[in-house]
T-cell receptor, first 117, second 113 residues
Framework: GAVVSQHPSWVICKSGTSVKIECRSL??????MFWYRQFPKQSLMLMAT?????????EQGVEKDKFLINHASLTLSTLTVTSAHPEDSSFYIC?????????????FGPGTRLLVL | GESVGLHLPTLSVQEGDNSIINCAYS??????FIWYKQESGKGPQFIID?????DKRQGQRVTVLLNKTVKHLSLQIAATQPGDSAVYFC????????????FGKGTTLSVSS
């Protein structure tokens, strides 16, 4: 299979603190990972594309200094929500594209629920 | 804005019935489509995919139909079970390396026993 994990699965933090979320591809190497956020009863909204060894590509309206992405290895991408505020509370989901399949199928992590008090 | 959307936000069926979930897309350049299932509090789970050179693809209890003329995609679930209850999203992609998927709004499927 293609397994993607995320850590932590949920986090509660105080306003103004920073939170780091890890996304790992467990059984394959992923040169490209994606970060999404999802509000209750809404669809997934792409935040950024994370490429191993290079800078992330952010979608319009996503602050790169607010949401720091690091893709330091072929199996790990991290998303850091800096100076988190209550409006950053959301469900953050990462995905990874499995290479060599000839398709753009993405496999998703289980998500991280962030609650900022 | 989104280029993939769904016709109905919710669908309720009885156990054992067949379910059909619809999706309309607007980007004629999209050539790869995927259906995902998302249970509450979890990440999306891959169900089935289809390329634009196909009209139909079958999996285990699921069938995806693609009508490129009207830019319509559907997911058929046979003999729907309570465990099928979830939110279903269609997603599209222009088959270029490294590009992200674009998700539709989702249909909540509720299966009653």
């Amino acid at each position: 299979g293609a397994v993607v994990s995320q850590h932590p699965s949920w986090v509660i933090c105080k306003s103004g603190t920073s939170v780091k979320i890890e996304c790992r591809s467990l059984d394959f190497q992923a040169t490209t990972m994606f970060w999404y956020r999802q509000f209750p009863k809404q669809s997934l909204m792409l935040m950024a594309t994370s490429n191993e060894g290079s800078k992330a590509t952010y979608e319009q309206g996503v602050e790169k200094d607010k949401f720091l992405i690091n893709h330091a290895s072929l199996t790990l991408s991290t998303l850091t929500v800096t100076s988190a505020h209550p409006e950053d509370s959301s469900f953050y989901i990462c995905s990874a594209k499995r290479p060599g399949t000839g398709k753009e199928t993405q496999y998703f992590g289980p998500g991280t629920r962030l609650l900022v008090l | 804005g989104e280029s993939v959307g769904l016709h109905l936000p919710t669908l309720s069926v009885q156990e054992g019935d067949n379910s059909i979930i619809n999706c309309a897309y607007s980007n004629s350049a999209s050539d790869y489509f995927i259906w995902y299932k998302q249970e509450s509090g979890k990440g999306p789970q891959f169900i089935i995919d289809i390329r634009s050179n196909m009209d139909k693809r079958q999996g285990q209890r699921v069938t995806v139909l693609l009508n490129k003329t009207v830019k319509h995609l559907s997911l058929q679930i046979a003999a729907t079970q309570p465990g099928d209850s979830a939110v279903y999203f269609c997603a599209e992609n222009i088959n270029q390396a490294g590009t992200a998927l674009i998700f539709g709004k989702g249909t909540t499927l509720s299966v009653s026993s």
